[in-house]
């Protein structure tokens, strides 16, 4: 089960920082990743972690302002999202993957907005 938080309502250039807990005793052996919704768009990847946390992988559109970390000690991920635009508004959720496999868990999604 994961379960997001830390989404809400911030200007233009402005910082969140989203977390995503885990249940679960094998936390680490999962792939993490962070993907969101638009309004009237399908959803899209923004960035994973291996579950060491040493390999991190991002979409263009957020590379170099967003930055996912993972504490496996408490099983949380977080999206560390900086220099937010308007277009970064949407739904975020938080995902899990077993090694060479689809994302297959989910989170229950977090709302960012941001206002110009």
């Known amino acids: 089960q994961l379960q997001a938080s830390g989404g809400g309502l911030v200007q233009a250039g402005g910082s969140l920082r989203l977390s995503c807990a885990a249940s679960g005793r094998t936390f680490s052996s999962y792939f993490m990743g962070w993907f969101r919704q638009a309004p009237g768009k399908e959803r899209e990847f923004v960035a994973t972690?291996?579950?060491?946390?040493?390999?991190?992988y991002y979409a263009d559109s957020v590379k170099g302002r967003f930055t996912i970390s993972r504490d496996n000690a408490e099983n949380t991920v977080y999206l560390q999202l900086n220099s937010l635009k308007p277009e970064d508004t949407a739904v975020y959720y938080c995902a899990a993957r077993p090694s060479g496999r689809a994302f297959e868990y989910w989170g229950q999604g977090t709302q960012v907005t941001v206002s110009s």
């Open positions: 972690i291996s579950g060491g946390g040493g390999g991190t």
